[in-house]
């Protein structure tokens, strides 16, 4: 039986004019066969990706598609994961960049959508895992990259409007890596921790725990509840989609 896509759940129109800023890690460039070959494209679309990439891809696809189908508009950033020795100013960087460039475009940013989970992804299947880094470094380099998006969100486009805001954070699923799970309790805390330091700002924070059988289309469908006014009265949350270990 086909699962209920946003626009069959939700009212036409329901994020008409809503501003939308979507995170998602930049696909992992192919390397050239030979010396004088040049690199691959970073586009998400083509078969030299990996499967943790087409499953990216296909959430921040249908985030997008629920998003705009039901009024909203939306402007998509593809993060690339630094190796843990990188500089960290580079990666704040070009957050900083990311957020003014949507906000230049958009004038106002409403909603941020933050797929952790492709962040979680790319950390374990480029450079952290060929240097050989191990489990903390590629968590800590996953985590890393979500919270410098927040900051440059918060500080580039939110505070400075004074006009609150909403960050949705997609954590991986628990049975996608034997430490997704940690990658998960992260994000919660993060999501908590926020919501209680900014809640004087009406900036809220949410994370969503997808579970094994946890379709892209119905991640989609909950982040388009909670870009609509109904979706403001959640913050601090963990809404589980799995149910308890899954």
């Known amino acids: 039986m086909p699962r209920p896509v946003a626009s069959e759940l939700l009212r036409p129109g329901l ?7 979507l995170v998602a890690a930049a696909p992992e460039v192919a390397q050239p066969e030979t010396a004088g070959e040049e690199a ?22 249908a985030v997008e598609s629920a998003c705009t ?4 508009r939306v402007w998509s950033w593809r993060a690339v994961v630094e190796a843990p020795d990188a500089e960290p100013s580079s990666s704040e960087r070009a957050a900083d960049e990311a957020v003014a460039g949507a906000l230049a475009a958009a004038e106002t940013i409403e909603v941020a959508v933050v797929d952790a989970a492709s962040l979680f992804a790319r950390a ?16 800590m380099v996953s985590l890393e990259a979500t919270w410098n998006i927040t900051r440059a969100l918060v500080n580039v486009a939110l505070l400075p409007k004074q006009a609150g805001g909403r960050i ?37 924070a949410v994370s969503i725990m997808p579970g094994r059988a946890t379709s892209a289309g119905e991640v989609a469908s909950l982040v388009a509840y909670l870009a609509s006014p109904g979706g403001a009265y959640f913050s601090g949350c963990r809404l589980d989609l799995g149910g308890p270990g899954v």
Not at 15 to 21: A, D, H, M, Q
Not at 47 to 56: H, I, N, Q, T, V
């Open 15 to 21: 994020l008409e004019g809503v501003s939308v800023f």
């Open 40 to 61: 691959a494209g970073d586009g998400l679309a083509g078969d030299d990706l990996a499967g943790e990439d087409l499953a990216g891809a296909e959430l921040a696809g």
């Open 69 to 72: 189908g039901l009024g909203a």
């Open 124 to 139: 374990w299947s480029g450079e952290a895992r060929d240097r050989r880094q191990g489990a903390r470094a590629a968590l």
């Open 168 to 204: 949705v954070y997609l954590a991986p699923a628990s049975s996608s890596h034997e430490h997704a799970d940690a990658a998960r309790a992260g994000l919660e805390n993060l999501a908590r921790t926020l919501s209680i330091e900014w809640a004087r700002y009406a900036i809220t």
